[in-house]
Structure formats: C-alpha cells, structure tokens
C-alpha cells in the first residue's frame, strides 16, 4: 500500500497548478459549506435552547390532557414515584417543577390579564439563570411571598419594586384565586410578550394563591445528552402509566418552531446541494483529465503486471487525497472564523430580530462547533469525490491496452 | 522428443483485424524460441513484428491459433490471469521508454519486484546490481526526465530484467536512440543475455540491433520468410 500512496501523492503533484486550483475549489466549498452549516446549527441550537431553557424544557411530565386543555385542574401531586424515576434516569440533570395559570393583574386604575407561573427559586434559576434577568430589585427565594414582573408590565401597571400587585383568578377545581404581592425585581427578557405578559412567583405561595397545594403543572426536565433525548422519553413513557400521565419532547409542544428550523435547514441544504454541485465537477474535471492524459502511462503499468484493481486504488487514493487535504484545509481555515462567531454572535436586527423574539429566542446567530457539522461535511465532499472518480476509475477498469499504447 | 528448453512456442498463429476491410496480420506462423536465445524478428513496416510480439506477451489475443509459453497456452488464460502471467514471466521494453514519470530512476527499477511483493533486502539488492551494470548508480535517485532518451531505455532494460522475468519482448528498443546509446543499450541486452540467460525477443528495423541477434526472424505480410543467423539483411 505505501507503494500506492507514494505513487498517489506524486501523481497529485505532476501538474501543480491544475492540482492547486482543484484544491482551492474544493476547500472554497467546504470553508463555505461548513461556515453556513454552523451559522445555521448554532442559530437553531440557540433557538432550541431558548425555548428549552424559558419555556418548556427537553422533555415535560403534565397530568394525562394537560396539554390540549392547560387547565389547573389538570395538574398533578407532588409524588414519590415520579421523583424516583427522574432520580434514577441518568440522563436527567435538573427536573423543574411548575405550576403555570392566568390571572388578572391589578395595579391602581391598571388591570391585564397576565401568565403567572409559579417556580422553585433555585431550580429555575439553574435553568435558564432567572436572576441575571433582572433589571431592578432582587431575586426571590422559595418561601418569599413576592413576585417578579416584566419590564413592560411593571411600566403598564406603573409598578415599582416594593409596590404591590393584586392577581385575581380562578384557583384549583373552580375556587376563587386572589392574593396581594409585593414587587421583588423586574426582570428583562428577549421576548417582549413575555416582558408584558409575565408573572413569576415562588412555587409555595403560586400553590396557596390557586389553593393547589403540593400540585405542579409541569415538570421540565433538562437532559445531560440532549441527543439521547428520544430513549428517555420511551423509557419515562413505558415507567408511567400512560393513561395519568403524558411525557412530550419539546418538538412536540413547540411545532412552529420545529417547523420554523425544519423550513430554514431544507433552504440550507438546497445550497449545501449547489456547492456539492460545483465540488463535484472541479474533482470530476480533475481525476478525468488525469486519467485521460495517462492512458498510455496507465496500459504500460497493466502490460507489465499492475493489475487493474490495482490502478483503481491508484486512482481512488489520487481521489481521497483531494478530498482530504481539501477537506481538512477548508475546515482549518474554518475555525477561527467560527470560533469568533461563536464568542461573538451576529446580533439581528430589524425585521427578522422581530420574528426571533416572536418565539422568545434571543436574536443572534451564534456559530455552532459542534463535531458533526465537521464530519457530516467532511464525509459528505469525500463521498462525493469518490462518485465524481466513478467514470475515470470505470474507464480505467475497461481501456483495451494496445489502443491506449498506440497513443 | 520436445527440446525441454524451449521458452515459447508458436503453433499456427493468426491475426485479423476486424473492420470494414478485414487486415490478416499474421497468417500462420509456427516459431520455437528457446531459452537464452537472442533473436531479432525482422521485417519491412507493417509485416506483423509488433503484432507477433503482443500475442507473445499476451496483450493481443490471436484470431486461431496457440501461445505456448513453457506448454502453458496463455491464450486460454483470462485478462486478470494473463496481468498476473506478465509479471512473473514477461519483462517489457517499448519503442518509447515507458518509465514512470513520478518515479526516480531506482523505484522504476524496482517497481516489478515490488508488484511481486518480494522482501526489501532482495529487492534492494537487485536493484543494486542492475544500477552497476547499467553504471548509473549515480543517477538512481533522478527522476527519469532529467535522464537521456539512451539512459531512459537503459532503466527501461533494466526495468524488465529486475523480476528476472523467462522472456523480455523489446519492439523497436532503438528506433528512438542514437548510434552510441543504441551500442550501449545493446552490450546491456547482451550482457544480461549472457549472464542471466534470459531469452530475448525484439522486433527492429536497426541493421546494428541485427548484427547483435543470435537469430533473425524475418517477416513478410504476416508470415515467416526467413528464420535463421544471417550475415546482413537487406
């Protein structure tokens, strides 16, 4: 073999230029092709874990109808079994309970119906790091009776911290929910609906406010490998009792956002498409004018004893080794472009900032280094460089000898 | 009785090129090459020499008719086999040079041996010895294009020997050289001929090249008009 790859190596470097201009091509692509893929992988990761860390977790436990009918009602007890399958599942890091309802929020002549969700201090802070949200006043702990209010409906209901804020709903099984609190801080987040809209309060007084004693709505589980995220969901499903409880992958409460990324990554991959369209046909080029400029080197080596399954190998490595050093090359050149964009997100803005908001997602994109973006791009120009050598190497395993001697 | 020597042998061998219009060219011909021989096939252009010798090396296949190589008939072998058959036994030297370009002077050399998967040592040490006869040890590690045309075919020469193959089938080895290197390469073809009893086969049309052969084989529209040592050929 190490007389092929020498041979291989050579061979690559008998016409410099042509060779140098392939090369460059093919890493152009794949600096191109990884560089988009990251953007785009990182700008859903960040998405993804928006909504995962501020809304609903990798995976969330409700009651069996919570979710077509989000009612308190619906809610579950605090129980012993459900703690120990998430204590025992080793992929679940954090489990965040919740108890999530509307109410009316008054202040003064200012009344709005506001989502007021009840929280564990510290474990909703572990999540999605609450605390660093806020502008004014101080975080709450678990057994504070005060609340936090968004910028946006402080200034609507002209509340300030330490004012007080009247929320008056319906409680648990149709009594009457009513309670007085005091502003803790004023929290600010990417989402302007969740500024105007939101209410958060600690887990126990959100239980007495809606007389749900020890009840949660939820509990958001986060996951240590969020690729295994599938089989835990299979594994809590077949532990529970399917017909109390229901066991939801973010996919499937957050569909538009699901289909927002599903939308973008085909528009990706449509010009993921056309640059493996223009690899393909420089390697193409490349190999076959190797080929054809060799045919007479090529029938010599068969006439004196290379065999022909030989000379494809000869070709293939030719082949590989384009595609690898361009490959390589293309993915170095890449990274410290994408290490930038990693520590230093492209922020959004005008329009399509909006639209990142609408979802509650920060608006910037982010690079992503994840390995796969690397290997799935790396495989992806090997493999096509490998089909671009298909008609040189089947050209090769068919020349009659004494034609090509003639030449 | 069979002469146990002999290398090659051609029983009734013909050769038609299909087309529009039918070429014959080889009608018949029935040879004996025996081992160590140093034989010229000779003949006006167009007679048949290259076609014969690629029959003999199995790079043609004959229209009728047998190639009999130490009684194997290689005819009958199948394209992957007949690779395999030319590493082992046929040593090649062609009209122009034929090196691998990529490759210096000493890995040309050894590049049979290696196809052969003989160990380093003996490789090393065959290349070697080809390298002092050809007196270019100094040049072992030179691409072959910084070499002479008369250089190139002596590596070509040498290329051939090193698997010390049963035959080497050289077509016009000096059509391309000039008087000096044409006496060169053959007191090279000569001397392995002697020392290692290798049987040469070569087509030429260089009166020098006839002079040297040990027997001339002439050809004439495809057949064979003349076989034996002669003076001169006219």
């Known amino acids: ?407 | 009785m069979r002469n146990t020597m002999e290398v090659i042998e051609l029983k009734k061998l013909h050769k038609t090129y299909e087309g529009i219009v039918p070429v014959q060219a080889v009608k018949g011909v029935d040879l004996l090459f025996g081992k160590g021989e140093f034989t010229a096939i000779v003949g006006p252009s167009g007679c048949g020499k290259t076609t014969l010798l690629n029959m003999i090396g199995g790079l043609d296949a004959p229209t009728e008719g047998q190639v009999l190589i130490e009684d194997q008939d290689i005819s009958a072998l199948s394209p992957a086999e007949l690779v395999d058959f030319r590493l082992w036994n046929i040593g090649f030297v062609f009209q122009s040079y034929n090196l691998i370009p990529v490759l210096t002077v000493k890995e040309n050399i050894a590049f049979i041996m290696e196809l052969q998967g003989r160990n380093h040592k003996e490789i090393n040490d065959r290349v070697a010895y080809l390298l002092d006869v050809l007196g270019m040890k100094d040049k072992m590690n030179i691409r072959p294009r910084y070499l002479s045309g008369g250089q190139q075919q002596r590596v070509a020469v040498a290329r051939a020997l090193a698997s010390s193959p049963k035959f080497v089938l050289a077509d016009e080895p000096t059509a391309n050289l000039d008087s000096q290197s044409t006496e060169n390469l053959l007191e090279l073809m000569e001397t392995m001929n002697r020392t290692e009893d290798i049987t040469f086969l070569f087509s030429t049309h260089d009166q020098r090249v006839m002079d040297k052969a040990h027997r001339i084989v002439t050809l004439e529209d495809g057949k064979v008009v003349r076989d034996g040592k002669q003076e001169k050929v006219e």
């Open chain 1, 1 to 407: 073999m190490k007389q092929y790859l020498k041979l291989a190596w050579r061979n690559l470097w008998r016409n410099k230029r042509r060779t140098i201009i392939t090369l460059t091509s093919v890493i152009l692509a794949v600096l191109l092709a990884v560089c988009m893929r990251s953007m785009q992988k990182g700008t859903y990761a960040n998405m993804i874990e928006n909504a995962v860390r501020f809304s609903t977790g990798y995976i969330q436990i409700h009651a069996k109808g919570y979710w077509d009918e989000p009612s308190l009602n619906n809610s579950f007890e605090n129980n012993d079994l459900l703690d120990s399958l998430i204590g025992n599942n080793k992929n679940i890091t954090l489990a965040v309970p919740r108890m999530e309802s509307y109410v009316l929020a008054s202040s003064g002549d200012h009344t709005k119906g506001v989502q007021v969700i009840g929280v564990d201090p510290r474990k909703e802070d572990a999540l999605n790091g609450l605390s660093d949200k806020l502008k004014q006043g101080s975080y709450f702990s678990a057994d504070d009776a005060g609340i936090l209010v968004g910028d946006e409906l402080s200034s609507y209901l002209d509340l300030s911290v330490g004012d007080t804020m009247i929320l008056l709903g319906q409680g648990y099984q149709g009594m009457t929910a009513a309670g007085k609190f005091p502003v803790k801080g004023i929290f600010h987040f990417p989402d302007k609906r969740m500024n105007s809209s939101l209410v958060y309060l600690p887990l126990i007084a959100c239980q007495q406010l809606f007389i749900a004693y020890d009840r949660y709505t939820s509990l958001s589980l986060m996951l240590k490998n969020p690729t295994g995220q599938s089989r835990t969901v299979t594994e809590l499903s077949s532990q529970l009792d399917t017909n109390n409880w229901e066991v939801m992958p973010w996919e499937a409460m957050n569909k538009t956002l699901t289909q927002e990324i599903a939308g973008d990554n085909a528009g990706g991959v449509i010009m993921l498409g056309i640059l493996y369209v223009v690899i393909a046909f420089g390697v193409f080029g490349t190999i076959l004018m190797m080929t054809m400029e060799r045919r007479k080197e090529f029938s010599v080596m068969v006439a004196i004893g290379l065999k022909r399954t030989r000379l494809i190998i000869l070709l293939t490595l030719e082949t590989l080794f384009i595609g690898i050093l361009g490959v390589s090359t293309g993915i170095i050149l890449a990274m410290p472009v994408l290490v930038y964009f990693k520590l230093n997100p492209v922020r959004i803005t005008g329009d399509a900032a909006q639209m990142f908001e609408q979802f509650g997602i920060e608006p910037i994109m982010p690079a992503s280094l994840n390995p796969e973006i690397f290997v799935h791009q790396g495989i992806t120009v090997l493999i096509i460089s490998l089909v671009a050598s298909l008609y040189p190497l089947i050209y090769v395993a068919r020349f009659d000898i004494l034609n090509a001697l003639k030449r």
